[in-house]
């Protein structure tokens, strides 16, 4: 019996700025749309900080202008995250914002789930419409599980839930080692640190190489076009290759290595 690859580990991956480009339009309408609806007031998201944030603290900022409480805005939010969800997924189609992939990203990531890598995201969007962000980039089989910004109020939080999402689907136990979040923002950074993960920073958002490296992370790189550079701080970041055979089975390591659509 051939060995078995080891796993290396569990790769969470931010979306807007790291994934994706940047400032989807489509994303803030759905939001403005679905606040008016749900809570009834003219929010906008003028002025509100959205890199980095997730969508809970955005509509948290955007709705307490109005005079809303913490606890009103809570009791509504799951509504209101349905609904921009459901907005969001009809003014996008499946496969039609391929061209908002960033720069080595689909290499980038075949290359890690081909060397063991458990994949997932780790994202401020609500979990509706990061499906949705994903399905319409062509990246939903590369990331089939996450933690998202409906979940939690603190980035950090979601460090956990998206390690047990990622327990789930895979199968096996991924977090022997440490996580490893993938973001452009110093919320990215600091949410690793809360969680005790490590942090690959990348240049791709709003942020540039050298007030990023100010924040700490582990490494950082201007983008994932050099697929080579980002594996090579990714696998650093890992520590060497382990294999444990009661941990790992042969059907999660069939479930890693399934590759799909991805090396272009
Ligand atoms: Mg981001």
Redesign the pocket.
């Known amino acids: 019996m051939p060995d078995l690859p080891a796993w290396r580990g569990l790769v969470l991956f931010?979306?807007?700025?790291?994934l994706l480009r940047?400032g989807d339009r489509d994303h803030q309408a759905a939001f403005v749309a679905a606040m008016q609806q749900v809570y009834g007031v003219p929010a906008t998201l003028d002025g509100v900080p959205l890199?980095?944030m997730l969508d809970s603290q955005i509509a948290r900022l955007a709705l307490a202008r109005h005079g809303l409480t913490a606890e009103a805005i809570a009791a509504r939010l799951p509504a209101m995250m349905a609904l921009m969800g459901e907005r969001y997924a009809a003014a996008v189609a499946r496969g039609s914002r391929r061209d908002h992939v960033l720069p080595g990203v689909r290499r980038l990531a075949a290359r890690l789930r081909a060397e063991g890598f458990a994949l997932g995201v780790l994202?401020?969007n609500a979990e509706a419409v990061a499906r949705a962000k994903l399905a319409a980039a062509g990246l939903a089989d590369l990331f089939p599980v996450g933690a998202y910004g409906d979940a939690a109020w603190e980035r950090g939080h979601l460090v956990a839930a998206a390690q047990a999402a990622a327990r789930e689907h895979y199968g096996a136990d991924v977090d022997g080692a440490r996580p490893i979040l993938v973001?452009?923002?110093p919320?990215?950074i600091a949410a690793a640190r809360v969680a005790g993960a490590r942090v690959l920073a990348v240049a791709t958002?709003r942020y540039g190489v050298d007030e990023l490296a100010a924040h700490g992370p582990d490494a950082v790189l201007p983008d994932l076009g050099d697929v080579a550079a980002a594996l090579d701080a990714l696998r650093a970041m890992a520590g060497p290759a382990r294999y444990d055979r009661e941990r790992v089975t042969p059907a999660a390591c069939r479930r890693v290595l399934d590759l799909g659509e991805t090396d272009r």
């Open positions: 931010d979306i807007d700025g790291t940047a890199a980095g994202t401020g973001g452009d923002t919320h990215d958002g």
